[in-house]
């Protein structure tokens, strides 16, 4: 999932899956450099040291067919 923030900060995640699916996600820039990791069904987060484009990268497993995610992001400057 891409998202933009406006200045560095703070930026919090949530997620939520079937526990099987076994969730990681990370918030990963532009650039390939990892600023946070969370593994599981819960909340993270992540300092951002600029502004600008960031993905949140979600893997895990897909037990017997398609997993669906929910997932909240925030930015606190």
């Given at each position: 999932?891409?998202?933009?923030?406006?200045?560095?900060?703070?930026?919090?995640?949530?997620?939520?899956?079937?526990?099987?699916?076994?969730?990681?996600?990370?918030?990963?820039?532009?650039?390939?450099?990892?600023?946070?990791?969370?593994?599981?069904?819960?909340?993270?987060?992540a300092?951002?040291?600029?502004?600008?484009?960031?993905?949140?990268?979600?893997?895990?497993?897909?037990?017997?067919?398609?997993?669906?995610y929910?997932?909240?992001?925030?930015?606190?400057?």
């Open positions: 999932y891409r998202f933009e923030v406006p200045s560095r900060g703070v930026v919090s995640f949530g997620i939520g899956a079937a526990a099987e699916a076994a969730p990681t996600c990370r918030v990963v820039s532009y650039n390939g450099s990892v600023h946070g990791a969370f593994s599981g069904v819960g909340t993270g987060q300092v951002v040291p600029v502004g600008g484009t960031y993905f949140l990268e979600v893997s895990g497993t897909s037990g017997n067919g398609w997993r669906s929910n997932f909240l992001l925030t930015h606190c400057p």
